[in-house]
């Protein structure tokens, strides 16, 4: 819901505001005061998530960490699948389609091939399920998990949009917090995500003073690196646009194509027309024939078509398309950086706490 409608109708989604709110408390008191029970694992867990609805780069960060461990360690992934066609556990594997488990998991699993990734709503049979198809599992990467409170986590790792803080918002329906902001509490590690590559460290600072976080959190600054443009459908297409700057339509299904749009602008062209669906929309052939139309209607013979990396995840079902299409599709893959020479720090940490806490973990010097 657009800002200036929530403020208009702030009298009335206040009370409303007030009563999610209270729920959730009492939920979250009850898990605290070991009412409502958690399960725990001998193997493992490290969830990401967040307390804001919208995007905050969980994905990129999931694959960081995945990236990171898999070489040393056997990694797992686990996630409700949001979106997805299926119901139940599934596990993925390298023809599994984005309708199957949802657009982020099978990014992930084309990206890492060699790690388990797993779907499933009910993440304690999820994780039984991971348990019981590898008996070695070091590790499983806990995909927006941070208010999934039925799995017990030792280390937990709470993202924080750097546009949207947290101790400046509202619970819904007034604002976006799934929870209340100090609830952060629950966190060992807080990144600030989507962070400027050029942020100075004074606005650290106060991006620091403001989180208040405790003294027991490591708090970590994370940027979007975009990386070079890449077919959608034909593999074998490559393109080079540094002379003469096409113009570029836009086609995007993900919650903020902002940072995306901003990238394109400074670095490829600054012609863009845009072609906004809703997030995790699930592409249909009118929806084809749509971007098929608005991309003839564009006047220009130097043009192209480019999404996101997980819109790329859900266009790929389409095989019947027209080869022209075909051929200008293309989608920008991006990763995350750590800032402030942080890099370090941060993967050390996040390997001593898989090798101390890892099924064999004598194996492992302290």
Do not use: C, W
Not at 202 to 230: C, K, M, S, W
Not at 263 to 279: G, W
Request: proline share 6%; hydrophobic share 35%; net charge positive.
């Amino acid at each position: 819901m657009p800002n200036n409608t929530r403020k208009i109708l702030s009298p009335i989604l206040l009370p409303f505001s007030l009563i999610y709110g209270l729920i959730i408390y009492i939920r979250n008191r009850f898990y605290d005061y070991g009412i409502f029970k958690s399960t725990s694992f001998n193997v493992p867990i490290i969830s990401i998530g967040n307390i804001t609805v919208g995007g905050t780069g969980k994905t990129p960060h999931v694959e960081y960490l995945a990236n990171l461990l898999k070489s040393e360690f056997r990694v797992a992934t686990l996630s409700r699948g949001y979106k997805r066609k299926s119901k139940g556990f599934i596990l993925a594997d390298n023809q599994s389609t984005a309708q199957e488990i949802g657009d982020e998991p099978r990014q992930i699993k084309q990206k890492f091939p060699d790690i388990e990734v797993a779907v499933d709503s009910k993440r304690v049979r999820g994780i039984q399920k991971l348990i019981a198809n590898d008996n070695d599992l070091d590790i499983v990467l806990l995909d927006d998990a941070f208010q999934h409170r039925k799995v017990q986590t030792n280390l937990s790792i709470l993202l924080v949009d750097y546009n949207r803080p947290i101790d400046k918002d509202f619970m819904l329906p007034l604002g976006d917090l799934r929870e209340q902001a100090f609830e952060k509490k629950r966190a060992s590690i807080i990144i600030i995500t989507k962070a400027p590559k050029d942020i100075k460290p004074i606005e650290r600072r106060v991006l620091f003073n403001e989180l208040h976080p405790y003294p027991f959190q490591d708090v970590y600054f994370t940027t979007l690196d975009y990386g070079e443009i890449a077919p959608v459908f034909n593999e074998t297409n490559v393109i080079n646009i540094n002379h003469e700057k096409p113009t570029i339509l836009l086609v995007t299904g993900i919650a903020n194509p902002m940072p995306l749009e901003q990238h394109i602008k400074e670095n490829l062209s600054i012609k863009i027309e845009k072609l906004k669906f809703p997030d995790h929309h699930h592409f249909k052939k009118s929806d084809l024939r749509k971007i098929e139309s608005r991309f003839n209607a564009i006047p220009s013979s130097n043009k192209i078509i480019i999404t996101s990396e997980k819109d790329a995840m859900r266009l790929h079902k389409f095989t019947n398309i027209a080869e022209n299409l075909k051929n200008s599709f293309f989608y920008i893959p991006i990763k995350v950086r750590f800032l402030n020479n942080k890099t370090d720090n941060f993967n050390q940490q996040i390997i001593d706490y898989v090798r101390n806490n890892k099924k064999h973990s004598f194996l492992y010097p302290k």
